[in-house]
C-alpha cells in the first residue's frame, strides 16, 4: 500500500507520502513564496491550508501520482511528486521543493532525488524517470545529475528554456 510507503535517508531524514494532516501553513507559505517557487510551472494562486489539503487530497485519489513529504523526524522540509506514473509504458516525471532555507545546498535534494527515483525504477519497476528543469536552475540540475540523471533534450515553455533529465534503469 503506497501510504505505508517509507524511504530512509541518512541523517533521521525519511520520505513519506504526505496525507492531508501534512497540510501546514508553512507549507502553504512556501508555495506563497515568489523567490522559492519561480522554477515550478504552476504558480500563481495565493495557498492556505485549506487549498494545501485539498492538494495533498487530489493526489492521494490519483493513481498515477505520489505526493510525498521530505521530513526530518516530524517536520516536514519539502516535497517530492512522483506524476505521470505509467506502469504499462514503465515511465514517470518526478519534480522537488525543498522549502526549508536551512536544508538548502547540503546534498538534501540529491539524496531525495535518488531516493524517489530507486523507488520508481526498483519498486515501481518503471525503467525510466525524467524530470524538467528550467535552465536557469543549476542548483537543481546539480542535484539531478548528482542522482544519475542526464539531459534528453532541451525545449522551451512559455518563452523559458528548459531540459529534460533522465535516469533510466541499469540493464
Known amino acids: 500500500m503506497i501510504a505505508n510507503i517509507r524511504i530512509d535517508l541518512a541523517n533521521g531524514l525519511h520520505i513519506r507520502p504526505l496525507n492531508v494532516k501534512d497540510a501546514t501553513q508553512e507549507y502553504a507559505d512556501a508555495l506563497n513564496d515568489t523567490g522559492r517557487v519561480r522554477y515550478m510551472t504552476s504558480v500563481g494562486s495565493q495557498n492556505t491550508c485549506e487549498s494545501v489539503a485539498r492538494y495533498i487530497q487530489e493526489n492521494v485519489a490519483n493513481s498515477d501520482v505520489i505526493l510525498f513529504g521530505v521530513f526530518e523526524g516530524d517536520c516536514l522540509l519539502g516535497t517530492s511528486r512522483l506524476h505521470d506514473i505509467d506502469k504499462e509504458c514503465g515511465t514517470a516525471w518526478m519534480g522537488i521543493f525543498i522549502f526549508k532555507d536551512d536544508s538548502a545546498k ?14 520508481a525504477l526498483d519498486v515501481l519497476g518503471l525503467r525510466e524517470v525524467r524530470a524538467g ?11 539531478f545529475e548528482k542522482a544519475g540523471f542526464y539531459v534528453l533534450e532541451s525545449k522551451t515553455h512559455e518563452g523559458r528554456s528548459y531540459r529534460i533529465w533522465i535516469r533510466k534503469k541499469a540493464d
Open 106 to 119: 547540503k546534498g538534501l535534494g540529491t539524496a531525495v532525488i535518488k531516493g524517489i527515483s530507486s523507488f
Open 133 to 143: 528543469i528550467f535552465e536557469d536552475n543549476p542548483a537543481s540540475e546539480r542535484a
